[in-house]
């Protein structure tokens, strides 16, 4: 059966956390920057979200343009929906000078400590049903429906509490944005040398690489996108996410070639073992 999901490599992490960091850039463009606000821009990109999954689970095999796609659009969802759990229409959130976050409510404002345990014990659920189901956790492995569905799910779910911890580590533990993300680069090296001793499984080590790489992409995206005041680069959501996107674009258009070439003498082999 053709493989649904790509090969797990270190242009697969560079690829991640690229499209991590584009979905927080471009989350906080549409809800704060456009003024959409939390509410509907959640609304709008879970939207977004279905449709992309709907268009790679019916996909016959890995295509990179739609897992790169799908992955974004979970990181965008995910950015505004942990805002809209965890922020209110406190000064605290609100631009000087801003009275609403947008039309409709104006956040849940559960905080992060509140937010992030109810969206471990959605993403721990997400685990257990899918161990009750025997499938394998093993992303080269996934080639069924339900098995796929089931890692979207834990993807979306792990995207939206990456995002809680990146805000947390840049507003909230006085370590700043850049501190922020130097500090989970260093968990993420620390992970790249357990893989290497095989103390833990790289199953385990996997699925925690892939939940720390979103709140790298939330702080390093904060850090380009907010004031210097606040320690950032100030170079906007705007110009930060076209600079990203084309950078996500020209990653997935050389993932695209590559594999191609790849699958060219798996091809030539195929035919000629049939004929």
């Known amino acids: 059966m053709p493989r649904k999901l790509p090969e797990v490599t270190l242009a697969f992490w560079i690829m991640k956390i690229a499209a991590t960091t584009l979905g927080e850039t471009a989350g906080d463009l549409f809800a ?21 999954l709907v268009v790679q689970l019916r996909s016959k095999q890995y295509n990179p343009f739609f897992y790169w796609t799908v992955i974004l659009s979970t990181s965008m969802a995910g950015t505004t929906m942990s805002d809209f759990m965890n922020r209110d229409a406190s000064g605290t959130y609100l631009s000087p000078g801003a009275t609403s976050l947008g039309w409709g409510p104006q956040g849940l404002g ?30 080269r492995d996934i080639v069924t429906f339900r098995a796929e569905a089931l890692f979207w799910s834990a993807i979306l779910v792990s995207n939206t509490l990456g995002t809680s911890m990146g805000d947390f580590l840049s507003d909230s533990s006085g370590l700043g944005y850049a501190g922020g993300a130097l500090l989970i680069t260093g968990l993420l090296a620390g992970l790249l040398a357990l893989m290497r001793v095989r103390v833990v499984p790289n199953v385990l080590l996997f699925w925690i690489a892939f939940v720390l790489t979103r709140p790298l992409g939330a702080t390093a995206g904060d850090f380009l996108t907010k004031p210097l005041a606040k320690g950032g680069l100030d170079l906007g959501t705007m110009g930060s996410s076209a600079v990203l996107l084309a950078v996500l674009g020209g990653l997935v258009g050389y993932a695209h070639v590559r594999d191609r070439r790849n699958s060219a003498p798996r091809n030539e082999v195929l035919a000629k073992s049939s004929g």
Do not use: E, N, R
């Open 32 to 52: 704060q920057t456009l003024k959409l606000g939390y509410f509907l821009t959640t609304i709008a990109l879970f939207l977004v979200f279905v449709v992309t």
């Open 110 to 139: 559960l905080g992060y400590p509140v937010g992030a345990a109810i969206l471990i014990s959605i993403l721990i659920a997400v685990f257990v049903l899918w161990k009750s189901t025997g499938m394998t956790f093993v992303i």
